[in-house]
């Protein structure tokens, strides 16, 4: 039985896909809510749970809401890969504000940032989480920013964060590369209940994928520290998704997979070897 923590937790994101998974979950452990999404939250809202609508561009608001609470699970923003001036204001600014109310709450930021800024790692490596950024877009890049927005809180002020590097959470894995990929949304709400209720995080990453034979791109990250392992797996649907592949070269080598090929503009693909230097 997982404690109940002593204070509410703030939900950012809460009406979207994992915002509403994880107030199901959260709310059947009995855990208080402070939830918010620019969006109107579409379900029953769980016990004790309070809602309330506003934009992450709006730091006074974002400070206000976080008031007496413990811990930040932070998955609102832009959540795709968009231009930069839409990706600007909820992914950058949006951050700083989530921050800046961890520093002032002294409370702990579970930050949902994702493979996307790694996603220029070949799918043939096995990648440590200290390896070196390779973003796929602006979307992958506002990842990175919000990790070493964590680095920055806790060297400076002690803020404690753990940021999930997300694979690719959905109701089922449908194509190959989620083979690797896949992360079920019961693996990820043990995950986020492991983040929340662990005795003391740092500043730390976890690789957000379940139990899936071919996840091999991800290793060594906070997972042991935390208490959590995976138990669900894409293994079942291999021979289903085996074959279930693009046919773009530039989406089936890298990790971050479509992204990657999102205004894609180089006319060939780098020489083997070329960004070794780069590499963690
Ligand atoms: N689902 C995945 O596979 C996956 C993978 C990697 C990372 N992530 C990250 O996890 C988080 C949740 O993902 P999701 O699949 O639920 O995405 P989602 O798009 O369904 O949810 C994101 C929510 O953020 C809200 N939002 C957008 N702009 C906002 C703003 N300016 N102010 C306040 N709220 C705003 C949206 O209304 C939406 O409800 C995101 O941060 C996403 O980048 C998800």
Known sequence: ??????????????????????????????????????????????????????????????LRLA?????????????????????LGPNIRGLFH??????????????????????????????PADTQFLPDGFYGLSKAYGELMGRLYWFKHGVENVNLRIGSACPEPVNNRMLA????????????????????TGSCVVWGASKNSRMTWWRD?????????PTDSADPYAGQLAGKVSGDPVEERYMGGAFCSIGYSRSAFAPAGLFDSAKG
């Open 67 to 87: 008031e007496g609470c413990g811990a930040i699970v932070h998955l609102g923003g832009v959540s795709v890969e968009r231009p930069f001036e839409e990706v």
């Open 181 to 200: 990929s896949y992360l079920s949304y019961a693996d990820f709400s043990r995950l986020v209940v492991a983040c929340v209720t662990a005795g003391q």
């Open 98 to 127: 989530i921050y800046e109310a961890a520093r002032r709450e002294k409370a702990r930021v579970i930050f949902a940032s994702s493979n996307h800024s790694v996603g220029f790692h070949e799918r043939t490596e096995s990648l």
């Open 221 to 229: 990250d906070a997972r042991a520290e935390l208490g959590w392992e």
């Open 1 to 62: 039985m997982t404690a109940v923590p002593t204070k509410p937790v703030f939900l950012t994101g809460a009406s979207g896909a994992l915002g509403r998974v994880l107030a199901k979950w959260l709310g059947g452990l009995g855990w208080t809510l402070v939830m918010t999404d620019i969006a109107a939250f579409p379900d029953p809202l769980p016990p004790g749970a309070s809602f309330t609508k506003a934009d992450l561009n709006d730091g006074p608001t974002i």
